[in-house]
């Protein structure tokens, strides 16, 4: 059967690769899980037959989900992704970008001119080229907890894709670490170990940087 959807539409750029920002919302007890566990704590009370959302002090059993964060909830990140990422803002380390020499020569002068006027990357075409090099000088995470620190620049590779992490990872369910542990490592079987049903490509639509390059590819 399929999974009922609801999706909250925000705007579009047109483009074919990166649809609208969205929340989707999926009944669990439609899907074919072996866990028991659901998109958000929705949770089905069967003694009277209603529907209610978990709170935050609800013990979750069989759930390896962090407490997140006050104002880091999937509501805010799409508040976030609505304001600041459709203008770019949510993509930490461009303007090291701008002047790294590995950067310049593997991209055309059509993308760097767009980088330059300030496009957000997810509209920039041809997509930005990354390869490991450029990856590995942002991939620095040391905490958000320390409020002075703003060197936190985190990027990783999804399915060959190069997506900014830096905001999200603070609104990551899952916690940080699990992800940053990875971070030499395309992420896909892990995404797809725990959540595959998730569409990493709407929540991180913004947070989009370009195609992983491998060096001989280039
Ligand atoms: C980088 C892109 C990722 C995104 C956008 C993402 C998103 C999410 C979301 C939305 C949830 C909540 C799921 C729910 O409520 O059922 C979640 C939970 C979780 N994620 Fe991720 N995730 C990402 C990567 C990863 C990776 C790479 C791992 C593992 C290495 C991971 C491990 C987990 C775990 C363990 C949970 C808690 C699952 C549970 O017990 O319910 N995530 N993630």
Redesign the pocket.
């Known amino acids: 059967m399929e999974a009922k959807k609801t999706t909250i539409t925000n705007h579009t750029d047109g483009t074919n690769r990166f649809k609208t920002p969205s929340i989707r919302i999926i009944n669990p007890l439609t899907q074919n899980r072996t866990n028991g ?5 929705v949770k089905f009370n069967t003694i009277n037959n209603s529907t209610s959302i978990a709170n935050s002090t609800t013990p ?1 059993r ?4 962090v407490k997140l964060k006050p104002g880091h909830s ?1 509501l805010d990140w799409n508040h976030i992704v609505t304001t600041k990422g459709i203008n770019g803002e949510l993509i930490t380390g461009l303007s090291q970008l701008k002047e790294d020499s590995a950067f310049l020569q593997l991209n055309s002068k059509t993308s760097i001119h767009q980088l330059n006027l300030s496009i957000p990357p997810y509209k920039i075409k041809p997509h930005l080229k990354i390869n490991k090099e450029i990856l590995q000088r942002h991939q620095k995470w040391i905490s958000t907890d320390d409020k002075t620190s703003t060197d936190n620049d985190y990027w ?1 590779v ?1 399915d060959g894709t190069v ?1 900014c ?1 830096t905001e ?1 990872l603070d609104f ?4 940080i670490d ?2 940053t542990s ?1 971070k030499d490592k395309d ?1 896909l079987p ?2 797809n ?3 595959r049903w ?1 569409s ?1 490509e709407k ?2 639509q913004t947070c989009f940087v370009g195609i992983y390059v491998e060096e001989k590819y280039v």
């Open positions: 566990n659901s998109l958000l704590s979750l069989n759930r390896n989900k999937p990783c999804i997506y992490l999200y990551h369910p899952g916690g699990i992800i990875l992420l892990w995404f170990k725990h959540h998730i990493y929540l991180l």
